[in-house]
């Protein structure tokens, strides 16, 4: 019993090329394996079947119906159907990679049949190879996959350093019963604790799908976004701490709220001279290469020296000499008492 190609394309025998276009363009779109994630086995299996079908097209009107006996020896043999899928609609949206990878050849024959006499080691039927990248290639050439289409991805410093999920809603045309078709979708992207300005995150064929062209791959590059307290260097954390010219000679502790939260009490005791950079281990940004380590936090220093003439500051200075010799000139009177007491005891 044959194969009754048009009960495949649910289309009645008198139907035209274009009712077994329309036909064609519901039924691939409706089950392409793509499509139906969760039945793919069968979904693949009417997909080939509907391709087979319009692929016969020409051939339809004089094959006979199913249980009546033909006396010609005929054999299909069909193009892959993701080759016919792409022809037919100039370039191909979906990934064929599940399916099968196979030199496909339209006709083949034997006897005189309603094709005519074909010459023997001649056929009028052209040959189709899978191109690169599952595009087929017609004429010795494959269909180019078009031109990835880049988009900033902004992040602050807190996201980048903590990790965050971004929704992006995207539009773009897609190919459908229709033809091209503007569609929306929203794209989820899980941004890693780490990453740097540079990173790219690619979604593979979310572009838009384009005439002769695979579609494009939509990919979205991290850039940063400058942050008030702190500047990335790397995998290191710099803050820029002002402190006053006593806090410089005498030390002091500075207090920083890092990107996640937490306040650090720093102690600073050495002497804050110009171009003194403390260092604290662990506290910078997150590696991704190396999980569970992180950068440096460096901290430098800023000395607020008084706002005043130097005849002011040399006068401030001058009188603090002064006292410190008073206090020193009375300390020492107090020793000499203290000694003579003593003596006299003695």
């Known amino acids: 019993m044959g194969i009754d190609y048009y009960e495949t394309l649910t289309v009645n025998r008198n139907a035209t090329d274009d009712d077994l276009k329309k036909a064609y363009r519901k039924l691939v779109m409706k089950w392409h394996p793509d499509k139906n994630p969760n039945n793919k086995k069968e979904a693949e299996a009417k997909f080939k079947d509907i391709s087979e079908a319009y692929e016969a097209k ?47 050849t339209r006709y083949q024959r034997d006897g005189g049949g309603m094709f005519g006499s074909i010459p023997e080691n001649s056929t009028p039927f052209r040959s189709y190879t899978e191109g690169v990248g599952g595009a087929s290639t017609r004429a010795g050439g494959a269909l180019r996959k078009a031109a990835p289409v880049e988009s900033k991805l902004v992040c602050n410093l807190e996201e980048l350093y903590r990790g965050s999920t971004r ?32 990173t790219k995150i690619t979604f593979l064929d979310k572009g838009n799908a384009q005439a002769n062209l695979l579609p494009a791959d939509l990919i979205f590059v991290v850039d940063e976004k400058p942050h008030d307290v ?25 207090n920083i709220a890092t990107l996640d939260g937490r306040d650090l009490a720093i102690p600073v005791d050495d002497v804050v001279s110009p171009g003194y950079e403390l260092v604290i281990a662990k506290e910078g940004m997150p590696i991704v290469k190396e999980p569970g380590r992180r950068g440096n936090l460096r901290i430098k220093f800023d000395v607020k020296f008084p706002a005043r003439s130097v005849k002011v500051v040399r006068g401030f200075f001058a009188r603090e000499s002064c006292k410190l010799r008073s206090a020193v000139l009375f300390i020492r009177a107090k020793m000499v008492v203290a000694m003579s007491e003593l003596s006299i005891r003695l």
Request: no cysteine; aromatic share 8%; hydrophobic share 35%.
């Open 58 to 104: 020409e051939g339809l009107k004089g094959i006979p119906p199913p249980g009546h006996e033909s006396s010609t020896d005929f054999h299909f043999n069909p193009r892959n159907a993701e080759d016919i899928f792409a022809e037919f609609f100039g370039s191909s949206p979906f990934d064929f990679s599940s399916m099968g990878r196979s030199k496909s």
């Open 167 to 198: 929704k992006m809603k995207i539009s773009r045309s897609v190919v459908n019963p229709n033809g091209l078709v503007p569609e929306s979708e929203i794209l989820t992207i899980d941004i890693k604790p780490g990453w740097k300005k540079g």
């Open 230 to 254: 702190f500047t990335r260097d790397g995998n290191d954390l710099v803050i820029h701490q002002k402190i006053s010219l006593a806090e410089a000679l005498a030390g002091a502790t500075v």
